[in-house]
């Protein structure tokens, strides 16, 4: 039996695992549909999703061009829009990182959601009022996110031309990460396609870490429902509270899930762990995605954008659920055994 070490699920894991990292090892299969599972989901989900996001933004920097009033454009909430659903794709994917140890860090240099304790619209306010150029004013890399994308167009209903003139360079900064990601899932093709194992360690430890992350940080705090905000909801915690695209990004990320999971016309990683008598186990996850884009849907349907409403719990347990089902049941399932191992700290 080969022996694959998934890359350290950091403070996902460590909230399940009481300082754990994930560890699998996967039988060989020379089944001609496991040596399509990499191929398939690069093909069909990754790339297809960057060229996605990539399009967005330059849909977005038209919308703001085009915005001639000083009321934001219904041009330009659509795009962004658009753009923060894709760009959740991307990151919800993200494995590239595991073949090129240099493009790790990507995805935090173009999102800073739930990472460190800058106040970034506070900055974001001062840069404005500097009336320097945007790459003088945006000299920090936080301060080129999507997040602060975001607060540029978002903090009120009007957009500026120093607004528009800051988010457009912010587009284009973050056009550039994504086209490095492109490149560079191009240049580690053969890499991530030359263990299949390996490549579907990397996609579940994808997923476990997404579904994690989607019930505690996205829901869960903004809602008041994790050990740390217990009946202590805030809004303030939202994704994206601001523009109101919250859910969007949520239905987005289990989007891919879904994608990765569920039945397609191409082999992903739910057929490919049926092929390896896992049925029951994806079966059960299935049910529990649809189940979850259902509630989102009927949320977004509701136009529910306070996540202390008590329609917001219900998903956050079916997205508890998720994750159990991943971690405690598909793992397993699986010819895999999962290890505990020390932690080296985060």
């Known amino acids: 039996m080969k022996n694959i070490m998934a890359k350290p699920l950091k403070k996902t894991l460590i909230a399940v695992l009481a300082s754990g990292v994930l560890s699998l ?46 009321k934001r454009s219904a041009a330009v909430d659509k795009a962004f829009s658009n753009f923060v659903a894709d ?48 790459r003088v004013a945006l000299f920090k890399n936080t301060f080129k ?13 009007t957009l500026s031309k120093t607004e528009k003139t800051y988010a457009d360079y912010v587009l284009t900064t973050l056009s550039q990460h994504l086209s490095d990601i492109q490149a560079a899932y191009k240049a580690q093709e053969k890499v991530l396609t030359s263990d ?11 997923l476990i870490d ?55 016309d191409y082999v992903n990683l739910g057929s490919a762990a049926i092929a390896q008598g896992a049925k029951k186990e994806v079966d059960m996850v299935r ?29 956050y347990e079916t997205l508890s659920q998720l994750n159990d089902a991943y971690y405690q049941s598909l793992v397993h399932a699986l010819p895999v055994q999962a290890k505990i191992l020390d932690a080296d700290g985060d």
């Open 287 to 315: 049910q529990l995605i649809a189940k979850a884009q259902k509630q989102v849907a009927q949320l977004q349907a509701d136009k529910v954008i306070d996540f202390s409403d008590k329609r917001i719990k219900p998903l």
């Open 145 to 157: 996110s999507i997040n602060a994308l975001g607060l540029l167009l978002y903090t009120d209903e």
């Open 196 to 206: 299949e194992d390996q490549f579907m360690s990397y996609a579940l430890n994808a």
């Open 25 to 70: 090892s996967y039988a060989a299969d020379s089944s001609a549909q496991a040596e399509k599972l990499s191929q398939s989901i690069l093909d069909n989900i990754i790339m297809r999703d960057g060229e996605k996001a990539q399009l967005d933004i330059s849909h977005l920097k038209s919308a703001i061009a085009e915005n001639t009033g000083d």
């Open 210 to 264: 997404s579904s994690y992350k989607l019930k505690e940080w996205r829901i869960g705090e903004a809602a008041g429902l994790t050990k740390k905000y217990q009946d202590k909801p805030d809004n303030r915690r939202q994704e994206y509270g601001l523009s109101g695209n919250s859910l969007v990004a949520i239905a987005a990320i289990l989007g891919v899930h879904a994608d990765m999971m569920e039945k397609r």
């Open 87 to 134: 760009w959740k794709a991307v990151q919800t994917a993200y494995i590239v990182g595991e073949a090129d140890s240099s493009m790790i860090d990507t995805p935090r240099l173009m999102d800073t959601f739930h990472e460190g304790n800058e106040n970034l619209s506070e900055q974001i306010q001062r840069a404005l009022k500097s009336g320097d150029e945007a």
